[in-house]
């Protein structure tokens, strides 16, 4: 039997998640298609979340990411920075390869957590925020992986050069169960052993994934 769950709560999480993904926001009717709901449900919907400031009209009128949503993001990185940090560190000193956990945003795809290694002399500086499609490099590439009907548990991707001439980059999808659309990755200016570092890849997205509580 499925658990019982709120209707109302889970369009309201929908909604804040649709517009924490969109800095230009969304109108009435827009998000209404984009939710598949009634214009009037969402109306409400936003009329509550506004008293909470967890979203906010602009001078348009669009929907935009409220002041405490924000605020929960900034609260949130330390404790993803806590949890996933040792993991990265431990992957990028064993390979000695800038390590790092990129999440899905819309159609793009941005590091939130970075780790180098501690005993190279030369890495690949990889900045938290960087983005790129969805569509390049093996991070972005791993998460469209991980999207499908029956994604190999066992799969990474790899990329030569696409983002960053002269980077070579290998990463593997977080399990799917836990809602967390994420890429656990490796990027260096050496090419890397597939064979030998994609199955660590594959083991630290798990570890990720878990420490995540995914």
Known sequence: MAPETSQTLDRGVRLMLTVAEAPAGFSIAELAETLELNRT?????????????????????????????LG??????PVLLARTTP????????????????????????????????WTDVHVAYRVGSRHRL???????????GRGQSPDPDAWTASHGE?????????????REG???ASVGL???ARLDEERVGPLVVMAAREVARALGS
Do not use: F
């Open 41 to 69: 449900v969402v109306h409400r919907l936003v009329t509550t979340l506004v008293g909470h400031a967890l979203v906010s009209r602009d001078a348009h009128g669009r929907v935009v990411a409220g002041p405490a949503l």
């Open 72 to 77: 929960l993001g900034q609260t949130v990185r």
């Open 87 to 118: 993991l990265l560190r431990a992957l990028a000193d064993d390979v000695g390869a800038t390590a790092h956990l990129s999440v899905a945003e819309g159609d793009e795809v941005v590091a939130v957590v970075v780790v180098e290694p501690g």
């Open 135 to 145: 569509d390049e490099a093996a991070s972005g590439r791993a998460i469209v992986v």
């Open 163 to 175: 983002v960053q001439p002269g980077a070579h980059g290998i990463a593997a999808p977080l399990p």
């Open 179 to 181: 809602g967390l659309e």
């Open 187 to 189: 990027v260096s200016l």
